[in-house]
């Protein structure tokens, strides 16, 4: 049974940091482009960051990009996103997902995803 559980989420203060992880299983990680999304109270889900199967290509979405950093060990099924200079409206349900390969890590990033992760809570207040 495939699975995707996401850990690391918390209240942070503005300009923290935290790190999220994704533990996969169930799949062979490294067929599948991996990305994080988040979705906050009352907006639409949004791709945060992807990346490729091979770690090689990655996608960040404007209003991280600078602050984030998405990372793969796919020895231990295991995908990461640094999040440093975290803000209020970085306050989100963060979810991972999974795409098979076959598409650019972009597009899984508009929202072509095949799997998802139940989400972890990230809110960043003072």
């Known amino acids: 049974q495939l699975q995707l559980v996401e850990s690391g989420g918390g209240l942070v203060q503005p300009g923290g940091s935290l790190r999220l992880s994704c533990a996969t299983s169930?799949?062979?990680?490294?067929?599948?482009?991996i990305g994080w999304f988040r979705q906050a109270p009352g907006k639409e889900r949004e791709g945060v960051s992807c990346?490729?199967?091979?770690?090689?290509?990655?996608y960040y979405a404007d209003s991280v990009k600078g602050r984030f950093t998405i990372s793969r060990d796919n020895a231990k099924n295991t995908v990461y996103l640094q999040m440093n200079s975290l803000k209020p409206e970085d306050t989100a349900v963060y979810y991972c997902?999974?795409?098979?390969?076959?598409?650019?890590?972009?597009?899984?990033?508009?929202?072509?995803?095949?799997?998802w992760g139940q989400g972890t809570q990230v809110t960043v207040s003072s």
């Open positions: 169930g799949f062979t990680l490294d067929l599948y482009h």
């Open positions: 997902a999974a795409t098979l390969l076959g598409t650019s890590v972009q597009v899984m990033c508009g929202g072509n995803t095949d799997y």
């Open positions: 990346i490729s199967s091979s770690g090689g290509s990655t």
